[in-house]
């Protein structure tokens, strides 16, 4: 399919629309926005054009489309597949003007928010009325609300709340050719016929750019209580992580850390684990530590005891276990999770396969990937951490000195995990990264879905076309 150029003149018109300052064609200017979080994906765009609010992103649209520019929306750029940067010489539409935080509806418990707000920010605007965003995850500071729904990401609350689509209950969206579509009531009830906003979560702006969500919210739960345990085997924390669940009712976050993430992070934060020595030849087996979960209560009332007590109840399953009420303790701990991703990415460039796996088949992927990726690349580190709670694990995986994998290890990985029942995108989508696998977990029929929704909607398929959809 061919595409349309950039001119002068283009440019004159998408000045006029969303200001001068507002369209960069500078390329020591839009270098930012042609690499991706990772570093693995880099590509080139001649234009970035920055609209502030529906009505100019609907105006730019309309001119592009018109033209037969391929385009790539791109909130916060935190995602790791390649789907958020151009990889072929497609125009930008960075949403991150679109960032106003209309009032909270505190009858409803519901916000209204620009597709540009980031997490954080969001946090911050429900906070004074008590009330919290569903999703929450390390890159609050730079993810944007409309990527994270573009993405459907899940984060550290899911197995409470649900992922980011299970959170919008209304949307704002240009399609291809400029047309809006708007449907922000929040009604709990609604079944008049699609749920748009159900679709275009996950859909990774190939369907349409997202320009406002209204977003169920959540009380704050203000105490919290976190523990850090410390187990033998993954076998161990799989078989935990299952008895806090069933046990723990204020179960926050169960968060999962394994030996190699844990002994980088713990080098790159410069302190030892709490619980559970790392193996370094000198310990005993029962103090080594292979797994460990942070298992995280909130409530209104302090929910320590109950924690507490479901924690001792696992007995002889944990090595060893600390917890934490105090924010700057429960901090300390929380910072073995936090900063994996950062101790990764400073120590090279990592192929980053976020998958999920069945419950009963997690300790099984978790021991035996290490095998996997070896046959492909003898000297690549796996490094695995994730959301247990929810079965998604964060494969990571290191080449010597830093340096990227074998390829192929992406692919062997991926099917590992579709071997054992389960799905090779958690969180992050598909992007270009994932694409040349999607069939292993989507049919012939689904995919000729998948196509029939794209050309129903970007019948020209201007929208993120190196993304998704094979």
Request: charged letters at 20%.
């Amino acid at each position: 399919m061919s595409f349309g150029a950039i001119d002068a003149t283009l440019v004159g018109e998408l000045s006029r629309i969303v200001g001068e300052a507002h369209v960069l064609t500078d390329p020591e200017i839009t270098a930012g926005y042609v690499v991706d979080w990772t570093r693995r994906f880099t590509g080139s765009t001649p234009l970035v054009v920055r609209p502030g609010d529906t009505a100019a992103t609907a105006a730019v649209m309309e001119v592009l489309s018109a033209a037969r520019i391929a385009v790539v929306p791109q909130g916060g750029n935190t995602g790791l597949v390649g789907g958020s940067v151009p990889l072929a010489g497609e125009a930008v539409l960075s949403m991150r003007r679109l960032n106003a935080c209309e009032p909270v509806d505190e009858l409803a418990t519901q916000v209204t928010l620009g597709a540009g707000v980031t997490l954080a920010d969001a946090q911050a605007h429900v906070a004074a009325s008590g009330l919290s965003v569903g999703v929450d995850l390390a890159a609050r500071d730079s993810a944007t609300i409309g990527g994270m729904v573009a993405t459907n990401a899940g984060g550290i609350n899911v197995l409470r709340y649900g992922a980011m689509r299970a959170q919008v209950v209304g949307i704002e969206a240009v399609l291809a050719d400029g047309t809006v579509v708007s449907h922000l009531a929040g009604l709990e009830k609604d079944n008049t016929g699609y749920d748009l906003g159900s679709l275009l979560a996950g859909s990774e702006g190939t369907l349409g750019i997202i320009t406002r969500v209204r977003l169920r919210l959540h009380p704050t739960q203000p105490e919290r209580a976190t523990a850090l345990l410390a187990f033998e085997s993954a076998a161990d924390a799989v078989i935990a992580a299952a008895a806090l669940r069933r046990s723990v009712a204020s179960l926050h976050a169960l968060e999962a850390v394994f030996e190699g993430a844990m002994a980088l992070v713990s080098s790159h934060l410069g302190v030892a684990p709490p619980v559970g020595s790392l193996n370094d030849g000198g310990a005993s087996n029962s103090d080594v530590g292979a797994a460990w979960l942070i298992a995280e209560a909130a409530a209104r009332t302090d929910p320590s005891d109950e924690l507490g007590t479901a924690v001792a109840d696992l007995e002889d399953l944990v090595v060893d276990a600390a917890v934490a009420l105090e924010p700057a303790a429960r901090q300390r701990l929380w910072a073995f999770r936090e900063n994996v991703t950062e101790a990764i990415s400073a120590a090279g460039i990592p192929h980053k396969l976020d998958v999920t796996l069945p419950a009963a088949r997690l300790a099984e992927f978790t021991d035996g990937v290490e095998a996997v990726i070896r046959a492909v690349d003898p000297e690549a580190q796996p490094l695995l951490f994730g959301h247990l709670g929810d079965g998604n694990v964060h494969v990571n995986v290191l080449g010597p000195d830093g340096a990227e994998p074998a390829d192929d290890v992406d692919g062997a990985v991926l099917r590992y995990v579709a071997e054992l029942g389960g799905s090779i995108s958690a969180e992050h989508g598909i992007g270009t990264a994932k694409l040349a696998e999607l069939h292993l977990n989507r049919s012939e029929a689904e995919l000729a879905v998948f196509g029939a929704i794209k050309r129903a909607l970007d019948p020209a398929g201007l929208l993120n076309p190196n993304v998704l959809l094979p």
